[in-house]
Structures are given as structure tokens and as C-alpha cells.
């Protein structure tokens, strides 16, 4: 009996595989994980083969019935469709390149699924095309990656090395999906022995806030670096979200910063609240920004923010003598000392831009602005009086004064 689309809709996975006929040799075949494949099985010369139509809703029922009765005529004229799928799938793993494949993997997958892609972009560009783009993807061996992989993190670029290790196993997991090869020549170089994994739980304490500091105005790095490494400590927002940061969303007189949805991780908008201190920074941003949008412009281009590692490179730059730590592990400091001096986790929260899980996070709406205002400053006078510092907005360092 055929099937109906109400049937397929309503259709469950189970701990075992099992078919749904619609006849003639068309079945759906649902798995155990939930996906479902429709499959075309048919006699040709005494012998039972198949091949697969699609994915199911992907591909729906009149299509696939479609596709069928198309495969029949083909077995009727003595042609073997699964023969003819496999030379197809032969003839591509051999004139596809990686720089051909990486672009349809780009296309299909990277701008569907992420909201920025701009540095896998760019390691796709300036990294792995370079390395080995011209080559076919059936003929990328294990050393091939190792080569550009191990380049990268001997040259003391372990993150890099990292997330461009995994842009390759993510499109070459996606080019068996596709058929072109059949073993994934990233699955031999591990994590293990690119980078070590941090701790996730780092937070500075009140005497290595004045230690990282001290140390990082006293360093070499850019002076845009300091003051933007200082600026994330103070104001507790994700580096892409002042990397990717324009004058036109600053207003000074009100003390706000208004990031639009498109820019932070849950896509909603954000006001962040500018202590006097955070406001200095940012004057002093502004003259060193010139006539650029940008609140960071890029070293080669005023109409281009720095690279997404920018910040990190340069932070791995200083010889801090505490701990290792990350630019993420500042915004976690910032909530950890807030929640230690008193004040309200929803209001810490909400600074944060995180997402209140839960009941509360549904009924509760409020947005704490003067509380977030008053708790902001309250942080920056905090470490203001934690350093022994003082930064004054022309970039000079002088003693504080006692009393």
C-alpha cells in the first residue's frame, strides 16, 4: 500500500532500522539516530541492487516517487543506476579539488551554520589553499595536514593551528557525506598534540587584576592592544563584540554603547553601560581611530577591523608572571568579583548578555539599566583603586597619589 505524507510525518525512530514501503522498489528507511533516506531497490540481471534518492524531507514523496519511476526506466533498458551513481562518484573524487570542494563546503554548510565566518574565510584563503587548494581531495594524505597544521603551532599559533585542524575535519567528514573519499586524513593528527586544553574556571584575582594591569601597560604591544584588552576588563563584552565595534554605535553623552543584535552571541541587542573610566578609553580610541568607522581599525586598512586572533596574538605577546589566562577569562573575572562584592546575579547576568535559563529567564524581562550603570562604575573605580597605576586618556603612567 503506498504511503502518505501523513504517514511520514508521524513516522518515530525505533533501536533498530526499519523500512516503509510505498512499492515498486521505493522504501524509506528510518534509522535509529531519527534521519531517514529513501532507498530504490531493483532486479537487474538475477541480481537485487540499490541506490539512495535523498534524504527525507529533503527530498519529499512526490520527488522521490519521481526519481524512481526515472531509475525504473533506466533498469528497464538494461542500465544500472547504482553502477552509474558509483562511476559518478569515482569520476568526481577525481577531479575535485580541495579549494573547489572547500568552496561548495563553505557554501552549503559554514554560511548556513555560523554567524561569522570571516576567520574561516580567511584560513581557507591564506592557510590551507596555499598549502595544498590545488590538489584533488582523494590525494590529501595525513602529512599533508601535519605539514601545515604543526608549521602553524611550532610557530607558537596553537588556537590557529587548533580551529584550522578542525575546519579540515569538519569539510572532509562533509566530502564522505558527499562520496568523494572514504577515510578522513585529519582523524590522524589529534588534538592532543596541537594545543593543551585550558581550564575552563579561571577567573583573576583582585591582586592579579592589578598585576595584569600593571604589566600590560607597561609592555611593548600596540597601544590600541592595551587599551582595548583594558576596555574588555571594564565593560565584560566578548572581544568580536568590540572587535567588530563602530563609532556610530558609541554615544558619549548618554555613556552607552549599543550593540546591535547582529553582533553578540544571542543575537539580541545590548546596551553596555560606560563608566567614566570606560568612556576615557574610548576618547582616547577615538583619536587613535582617525577617520575609520571602526572603534579598532585593522594596522593595513582604516575601513577594515584587526583579524579575530589580534587580540589574542597580542596578549600572548606580554610575559605576565601569573597563570595562564585567556581574554574570555577577564569578562569571567569581572562576574566573579562582582557576584564576591554583593551585587545581584540577575543584574551581573544581564551585563553579561547572558541568557537567564529556566522559568526566571522566561518571566523575567527586566533590564537593570540604572542598576547595570551604577555596578559598572562601581567596577571600574574598583580596579582603579586596585592598580598602582594611574592611565591617564594621552597614555601617560603616573603613581597614584595617597589620599
Same mark, same amino acid.
Given at each position: 500500500?503506498?504511503i502518505?505524507d501523513l504517514?511520514?510525518?508521524?513516522l518515530k525512530?525505533?533501536?533498530q532500522?526499519?523500512?516503509?514501503t510505498?512499492?515498486r ?9 531519527g /534521519?531517514?533516506?529513501?532507498?530504490y ?6 541480481? +537485487? ?17 519521481i526519481k ?8 528497464f533498458?538494461g542500465?544500472?543506476?547504482a ?5 559518478e562518484?569515482?569520476? @568526481?573524487?577525481?577531479? /575535485?579539488?580541495?579549494r ?6 563553505? %557554501?552549503?554548510v ?6 561569522n ?10 592557510e ?10 582523494k590525494?590529501?594524505t595525513a ?20 580551529q584550522?585542524?578542525n ?16 577515510v578522513n586524513? =585529519?582523524?590522524? +593528527?589529534p588534538?592532543?598534540?596541537?594545543t593543551r586544553?585550558?581550564?575552563?574556571t579561571?577567573?583573576?584575582?583582585p591582586?592579579e587584576?592589578r /598585576?595584569?594591569?600593571?604589566? @600590560? ?5 600596540r597601544?590600541?592592544?592595551k587599551?582595548a ?12 563584540e568590540?572587535?567588530?565595534a563602530?563609532?556610530?554605535? =558609541? ?8 550593540l546591535p ?12 553601560y560606560?563608566?567614566?573610566?570606560? +568612556? ?12 575609520s568607522?571602526?572603534v579598532?581599525?585593522g ?15 597580542a ?10 589566562? /585567556? ?8 562576574s566573579?568579583i562582582?557576584?564576591e562584592?554583593g ?11 547572558h +541568557? ?10 527586566a ?5 547595570r550603570?551604577e555596578?559598572?562604575?562601581s ?6 583603586e586596585?592598580?598602582s597605576?594611574?592611565i ?7 603613581? %597614584?597619589?595617597?589620599?
Amino acid at each position: 500500500m503506498p504511503i502518505t505524507d501523513l504517514q511520514l510525518r508521524s513516522l518515530k525512530p525505533k533501536p533498530q532500522p526499519y523500512l516503509v514501503t510505498d512499492g515498486r522498489g521505493l522504501a524509506l528507511e528510518v534509522l535509529s539516530s531519527g /534521519t531517514a533516506c529513501w532507498r530504490y531497490r531493483y532486479q537487474l540481471n538475477g541480481k +537485487t541492487e540499490k541506490v539512495t534518492l535523498g534524504r527525507y524531507p529533503v527530498v519529499g514523496l512526490k520527488e522521490a516517487r519521481i526519481k524512481r519511476d526515472e531509475l525504473a526506466a533506466a533498469v528497464f533498458r538494461g542500465e544500472s543506476p547504482a553502477r552509474q551513481k558509483q562511476l559518478e562518484k569515482v569520476a @568526481l573524487a577525481n577531479s /575535485t579539488s580541495v579549494r573547489d570542494f572547500c568552496e561548495r563546503y563553505f %557554501k552549503e554548510v559554514i554560511e548556513k551554520t555560523w554567524k561569522n565566518p570571516i576567520q574561516l574565510r580567511r584560513y581557507l584563503d591564506k592557510e590551507i589553499y596555499p598549502s595544498f587548494g590545488a590538489q584533488q581531495m582523494k590525494d590529501v594524505t595525513a602529512q599533508d595536514v601535519q605539514r601545515l597544521v604543526f608549521r602553524k603551532r611550532d610557530n607558537g599559533f596553537e588556537s590557529s593551528a587548533a580551529q584550522i585542524r578542525n575546519l579540515l575535519k569538519r569539510a572532509f567528514d562533509y566530502a564522505i557525506v558527499c562520496g568523494l573519499i572514504s577515510v578522513n586524513p =585529519v582523524h590522524a +593528527t589529534p588534538m592532543r598534540f596541537i594545543t593543551r586544553a585550558r581550564p575552563r574556571t579561571r577567573a583573576l584575582s583582585p591582586e592579579e587584576v592589578r /598585576t595584569y594591569l600593571e604589566v @600590560l601597560y607597561r609592555s611593548n604591544i600596540r597601544r590600541q592592544f592595551k587599551l582595548a584588552l583594558n576596555l574588555i576588563l571594564l565593560t565584560l563584552v566578548r572581544k568580536s563584540e568590540l572587535l567588530h565595534a563602530l563609532w556610530s554605535q =558609541v554615544d558619549f553623552k548618554l555613556g552607552e554603547w549599543a550593540l546591535p543584535g547582529e553582533s553578540v552571541k544571542n543575537e539580541k541587542p545590548h546596551i553596555v553601560y560606560l563608566s567614566r573610566q570606560a +568612556t576615557e578609553i574610548l576618547v582616547e580610541l577615538k583619536t587613535l581611530a582617525g577617520d575609520s568607522e571602526f572603534v579598532l581599525p585593522g594596522r593595513g586598512s582604516l575601513t577594515k577591523p584587526f583579524a579575530s586572533n589580534a587580540l589574542n596574538k597580542a596578549l600572548e605577546g606580554v610575559n605576565f608572571p601569573i597563570p595562564p589566562f /585567556t581574554i574570555h577569562d577577564l569578562r569571567r573575572t569581572g562576574s566573579t568579583i562582582l557576584h564576591e562584592r554583593g551585587f545581584s546575579s540577575d543584574v551581573v547576568e544581564k551585563a553579561l548578555n547572558h +541568557t537567564i535559563g529556566g522559568v526566571r529567564g522566561v518571566y523575567n524581562r527586566a533590564e537593570y539599566a540604572e542598576q547595570r550603570r551604577e555596578m559598572l562604575q562601581s567596577w571600574a573605580d574598583y580596579v582603579d583603586e586596585l592598580c598602582s597605576i594611574h592611565i591617564s586618556p594621552k597614555g601617560a603612567m603616573r603613581k %597614584k597619589r595617597n589620599g
